[in-house]
């Protein structure tokens, strides 16, 4: 069995760390966004993520690459809402100009915090982002928190750990999610055609022109319910769909997350999430460009104006001195 190893390196000229354990290699650039640019197996010629040309398309579009962390996830509509105890007025930060989008965290440098080889032969780095007064967000999101990931590189692939702590003296929006770019095909020499994407979608979120959820869910459509099973095509066609978590069964067991599966080489990437994600965003931009997002998400579009009781949006406040916490995991299937 190889050693594990962590690394401090550069990703095009941005700050990086590169983990190795158990066959697999990652990549996390903690100087934009702590984005996990690439995740492999590089004796079997795997790579499972979608990694930026360069930095500067990382620094500029790092949300369609590898693994942003958003925070809050997606859309809020003219970047408006209130909580019982505030308004907030977030910039409109869109390419359309009408939302606050993809949050605060994705573009940001991050620190450090600790890096260890583990007894078991795993490799574990955690990363944070403190957000104090002085941060230009404060004056539109005034809360002092903190947000650790912890990734764990092994035989089980790439375990990864959110941690928020709210420091703040008032109760805090919470809305968490990644912008999961897995590459198609991932195999060398795979061909697009015979990839199949599987998702623990529940039922479809009806979306307004501008991506927004209306409030109302909407049973799966005939061309949908194969996600549940078999899967679907995940490039080809444009895709963007916004869906309920609901478990399916795999191995015997209920699963939450996503399988993007090879069928011609029976490969598949495993990507299980905890039942915290309660709502998927599926994306694939043109359809033309190589990739599938599969993008859990604790909250649903614009969930903080959606007029809906919280536990159907997964709209949250997490109170003063408290943390909130939940996990993934990435790791292939071969055979």
């Not at 003219?78 to 390419?95: A, E, M, V």
Request: hydrophobic letters at 35%; aromatic letters at 10%.
């Amino acid at each position: 069995m190889s050693h594990a190893s962590i690394t401090s390196v550069t990703f095009d000229g941005v700050p990086a760390m590169e983990l190795r354990a158990g066959g697999y290699r990652a990549v996390i650039a903690h100087g934009v966004g702590s984005n996990v640019v690439e995740l492999s197996r590089p004796a079997e010629g795997l790579n499972f993520l979608r990694t930026p040309e360069n930095g500067e398309i990382l620094r500029q579009k790092s949300q369609r690459y590898g693994i942003p962390p958003l925070f809050p996830p997606n859309r809020i509509l003219d970047g408006k809402f209130s909580t019982p105890y505030r308004q907030y007025d977030l910039p409109l930060n869109s390419s359309d100009g009408l939302h606050f989008m993809h949050g605060i965290l994705h573009k940001r440098p991050w620190k450090v915090k600790s890096e260890r080889i583990l007894d078991n032969g795993s490799a574990e780095l955690v990363l944070l982002m403190e957000m104090g007064r002085e941060g230009e967000m404060y004056p539109y999101f005034p809360h002092e928190f903190t947000y650790e990931l912890t990734y764990t590189l092994s035989e089980r692939g790439l375990e990864q750990q959110v941690r928020i702590t709210n420091l703040s003296s008032e109760p805090m929006p919470l809305g968490v999610g990644f912008h999961t770019a897995l590459r198609v095909p991932f195999a060398d020499g795979g061909r697009e055609e015979d990839y199949r994407l599987a998702i623990s979608v529940g039922k479809e979120w009806d979306l307004t022109l501008l991506f927004v959820s209306t409030g109302k869910q909407l049973p799966l459509d005939e061309a949908d319910k194969p996600l549940r099973g078999e899967g679907i095509a995940p490039t080809g066609a444009p895709y963007a769909k916004h869906f309920t978590s609901s478990p399916m069964e795999r191995s015997g067991k209920p699963f939450y997350g996503s399988v993007l599966t090879d069928t011609k080489r029976n490969i598949s990437l495993v990507y299980e999430t905890d039942p915290k994600y309660g709502h998927w965003t599926v994306w694939n931009d043109d359809g033309k460009s190589g990739f599938i997002c599969p993008e859990p998400q604790t909250w649903t579009n614009n969930a903080p104006n959606v007029p809906l009781p919280d536990e159907m949006t997964g709209f949250q406040l997490l109170e003063p001195g408290r943390s909130w916490s939940a996990w993934t995991r990435m790791y292939a299937e071969i055979g």
